[in-house]
Structures are given as C-alpha cells and as structure tokens.
C-alpha cells in the first residue's frame, strides 16, 4: 500500500525560502514520474512541479525560476525548493505520481507565506 509523507512546510515572509519534502513507500518509486501539487483554500488543487524518472523537469509558469524539484532514488524522495516565495504560494503541498495518480493522497504540508 503506497504512503506518501509531505513535510518541510511552515510559515515564512514572502522572499523566503522552504525546502519540501516527500518520502514515498509501498511503490516503484524510481520508474514513475513524479509532482507537487498544491491546494489553496477554495481553489481546486494544481500541479506546480514534476520531475520525470530521466530527471527532466517541468514547472507551472507561476512558479518557474523561483521552484526546482529533484529526487532521490536511493532515498524514495522527491524534494521542492522553493525560493522567492509570494503570498499567492500559500496552500497545501502534496507529492503524487503524474501520470494516475494515487487516488490516496498524503496529508500534505502547509506553506503559508505572510506580506
């Protein structure tokens, strides 16, 4: 059964930097690609970030230049760097597969990022 735990969010000025986090069991981690998505309080959940099993890399336009996703094969980790961070950033983060995702979701991460 897949588990996938966020973690690495909090509360930051905007300009700020986090550093998620998201530890994957229960799947064959290394041949699937892999995103950050992200929820915002009344707005339907949006994929901002994905890394492919190549390591190439693909960002939403709200995002580029200021996120980078990587991952960690050995660890079954997929990280978010998130510098120069808005308040328009702040919502839930979670990791999944891109293509089907799981229909379980982890609990996600908050980032919350104040003017």
């Known amino acids: 059964q897949v588990q996938l735990v966020e973690s690495g969010g909090g509360l930051v000025q905007a300009g700020g930097s986090l550093r998620l986090s998201c530890e994957v069991s229960?799947?064959?981690?290394?041949?699937?690609?892999w995103g950050w998505y992200r929820q915002a309080p009344g707005k339907q959940r949006e994929l901002v970030a994905t890394v492919a099993s190549a390591l190439s890399t693909n960002y939403a336009d709200s995002v580029k230049g200021r996120f980078a996703i990587s991952r960690d094969n050995a660890k079954n980790t997929v990280y978010l760097q998130m510098n120069g961070l808005k308040p328009e950033d702040t919502a839930f983060y979670y990791c999944?597969?891109?293509?089907?995702?799981?229909?379980?979701w982890g609990q996600g991460t908050q980032v919350t990022v104040s003017s």
């Open positions: 229960g799947s064959m981690f290394r041949i699937y690609a």
């Open positions: 999944n597969r891109v293509a089907r995702p799981y229909d379980y």
